[in-house]
């Protein structure tokens, strides 16, 4: 089989649980550090091989577009002054991929966000990769890679990335049924329950952002009835591929590869202390200024 080398990033969706920071501007263009959010992603797939990336849009996003788009007036300003370390940090623009932008014109959720990926991506798999999500400090994971390979090797009909959460946290995600529960990196599944309560869930694992599918999600995703908060829901279509027969694996995030989610201002914020401390540059000093400021407001 050839290899899978075409993405889906959906950013469509509105943020409002980051407003009034997303009022104006995209939360995928919020930055992680020195970079903003989908920057870190695209850097994700070119480093496993993407060559062709579709953005889901929609109004608002056209930062998103400017972003990855050549800035040739700044190049050559910056040029001229000199500045060739800023130089190096426009190198992303020259990465071999080439960007295709398509608009969910109604926000009627991710699978139907994926749904209009359909034309693009015709008869062959696929990866989606949220937007709003980074995997792994400074975006290294490979989990794709891995994830390509288990769709391959066990003729899947999609593969999805699994983090471990705490126990207390499930009812915040879907969830993964594994056929056994061996503990493995790899591992078929059986269901996927959408937020469960901490009785039911079947596992700790959440779905993580990262899917390789069959194109035959978009028949199941055209059979998909809305579901959770009345939008159209990826895993219930592949629930539906499932339910045909369809094998689906799960492949689990390492210790290394934490999901940082942008989606809410918890895990922004977390995400942004993190890669800020990470900084070669000014994370040592931000270090101590932290410690500082802690070490001042515990002695009040
Ligand atoms: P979220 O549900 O986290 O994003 O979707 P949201 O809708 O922007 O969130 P809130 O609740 O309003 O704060 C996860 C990913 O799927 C995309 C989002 O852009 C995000 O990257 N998405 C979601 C779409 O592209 N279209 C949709 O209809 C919904």
Same mark, same amino acid.
């Given at each position: 089989?050839?290899?899978?080398?075409?993405?889906?990033?959906?950013?469509?969706?509105? =943020?409002?649980?980051?407003?009034?920071? /997303?009022?104006?501007?995209?939360?995928?263009?919020?930055?992680?550090?020195?970079?903003?959010?989908?920057?870190?992603?695209?850097?994700? +797939?070119?480093?496993? =091989?993407?060559?062709?990336?579709?953005? $889901?849009?929609?109004?608002?996003?056209?930062?998103? !577009?400017?972003?990855?788009?050549? @800035?040739?007036?700044? /190049?050559?300003?910056?040029?001229?002054?000199?500045?060739?370390? +800023?130089?190096?940090?426009?190198?992303?623009?020259?990465?071999?991929?080439?960007?295709?932008? /398509?608009?969910?014109?109604?926000?009627?959720?991710?699978?139907?966000?994926?749904?209009?990926?359909?034309?693009?991506?015709?008869?062959?798999?696929?990866?989606?990769?949220?937007?709003?999500?980074?995997?792994?400090?400074?975006?290294?994971? %490979? $989990?794709?890679?891995?994830?390509?390979?288990?769709?391959?090797?066990?003729?899947?009909?999609?593969?999805?990335?699994?983090? !471990?959460?705490?126990?207390?946290?499930?009812?915040?995600?879907?969830?993964? %049924?594994?056929?056994?529960? /061996?503990?493995?990196?790899?591992?078929?599944?059986?269901? +996927?329950?959408?937020?469960?309560?901490?009785?039911?869930?079947?596992?700790?694992?959440?779905?993580?952002?990262?899917?390789?599918?069959?194109?035959?999600?978009?028949?199941?995703?055209? &059979?998909?009835?809305? =579901?959770?908060? *009345?939008?159209?829901?990826?895993?219930?279509?592949?629930?539906?591929?499932?339910? @045909?027969?369809?094998?689906?694996?799960?492949?689990? +995030?390492?210790?290394?590869? &934490?999901?940082?989610?942008?989606?809410?201002? =918890?895990?922004?914020?977390?995400?942004?202390? !993190?890669?800020?401390?990470?900084?070669?540059?000014?994370?040592?000093?931000?270090?101590?200024?932290? %410690?500082?400021? $802690?070490?001042? *407001?515990?002695?009040?």
């Amino acid at each position: 089989m050839s290899d899978i080398n075409i993405a889906v990033v959906p950013v469509a969706g509105m =943020g409002t649980r980051l407003l009034p920071a /997303t009022k104006s501007q995209p939360k995928e263009m919020l930055p992680v550090g020195r970079k903003p959010v989908v920057q870190y992603v695209v850097d994700e +797939l070119s480093r496993v =091989g993407v060559t062709q990336l579709l953005f $889901i849009t929609g109004s608002g996003k056209t930062s998103i !577009e400017n972003h990855f788009d050549l @800035n040739l007036e700044l /190049t050559q300003s910056l040029r001229e002054d000199g500045k060739e370390e +800023l130089l190096s940090e426009l190198a992303f623009e020259r990465a071999p991929l080439q960007y295709f932008y /398509t608009r969910q014109r109604r926000l009627l959720g991710l699978g139907h966000a994926v749904l209009q990926s359909e034309s693009f991506v015709g008869n062959q798999p696929f990866i989606v990769a949220l937007g709003d999500s980074i995997i792994g400090m400074h975006a290294e994971s %490979k $989990i794709v890679e891995k994830m390509k390979q288990c769709y391959q090797d066990n003729k899947a009909v999609a593969v999805i990335a699994f983090e !471990e959460v705490p126990e207390d946290e499930v009812s915040q995600y879907g969830i993964a %049924k594994p056929k056994k529960n /061996t503990g493995q990196e790899i591992f078929e599944i059986e269901d +996927l329950i959408e937020k469960p309560s901490v009785q039911e869930s079947p596992s700790n694992l959440a779905v993580a952002a990262r899917y390789v599918l069959s194109p035959s999600v978009f028949e199941a995703l055209r &059979k998909t009835k809305p =579901g959770a908060g *009345d939008e159209i829901q990826l895993t219930d279509a592949i629930r539906i591929m499932m339910q @045909n027969g369809g094998k689906v694996y799960g492949v689990r +995030l390492s210790r290394g590869e &934490k999901r940082y989610d942008i989606g809410n201002f =918890g895990s922004y914020f977390r995400a942004f202390t !993190e890669f800020a401390l990470a900084d070669e540059k000014f994370g040592p000093e931000l270090r101590e200024y932290v %410690k500082e400021i $802690i070490d001042v *407001d515990s002695s009040k």
